[in-house]
């Protein structure tokens, strides 16, 4: 039987790209979303499994393994996608700022791969060949942000997380990461935002959500790479 992908926030963005090239390739799909909207309908209708889960509280983690426990004996990979970019400027409460963050980056992940690592074991048992789990993080990661303080320190947090889970589960199982600086604009993102953005990285390009898919497939179809991070900032890092 085959496994399924299991991708956390997969109906929007990156993770939506992601769920529908691996539903091309006639992989089995799991996505999670939190609100419903036209995206979980279109990807079940590719055959996708769709699953609410909240993972901004305990509750809501542990109802969502049971669903998974529920729904498969066995994993492929698991993409850690489900994000929130809250800011500081948005709010005073920064005690709940910085534990929504790491709840939703860092604690949710933890807690899943935990969970979970039972069901990608039993896949690379059976199949005679890895299981994974990626984590996508953020650019901000090494370098942190201004304006976006708790955010950045959970992403460095779920980098930390790779390390840990990679040592942990190897050797059947690889654990990446993939932190993106910007590859998608917003709808609502000015033209001068925008050329003010490009002109952060080395590049000077957007160049969308394929390049997350490129670099997921990339991890899937590796034999020898754990432990890692795939940077796509363009040579911002350079800058």
Known sequence: MTSPILITGGAQRLGLAIAKDLLRQHHKVIITYR??????????????????????TQDGIDCFIEAIKKETTSLRCIVHNASDWDQESDTQDYNQLFGKMMQV??????QINLALQGLLQKHATQ???????????????????????????????????????SALLAPQIKVNSIAP??????????????????KKSLLETCPGAEEAVKAVN??????????????????????
């Open 127 to 165: 199949s005679e060949e890895f299981g994974d789990i990626i984590h996508m993080t953020d650019y901000v990661q090494l370098k942190g942000s201004k304006k976006h303080i708790a955010y950045a320190a959970s992403k460095a947090a779920l980098h930390n997380l790779t390390l840990s889970f």
């Open 181 to 198: 600086a910007l590859v998608m604009f917003n709808d609502h993102d000015s033209e001068e935002y925008r050329a003010r953005a490009l």
């Open 35 to 56: 609100t419903k909207k036209p995206s979980v309908d279109e990807l079940k209708g590719l055959g996708a499994l769709a699953i609410q889960a909240n993972f901004s």
């Open 105 to 110: 980056h860092a604690n949710t992940p933890y």
């Open 218 to 239: 990339f991890l899937l179809n590796s034999n020898y790479i754990t432990g890692q991070t795939i940077h796509l900032d363009g040579g911002r890092h350079l800058k």
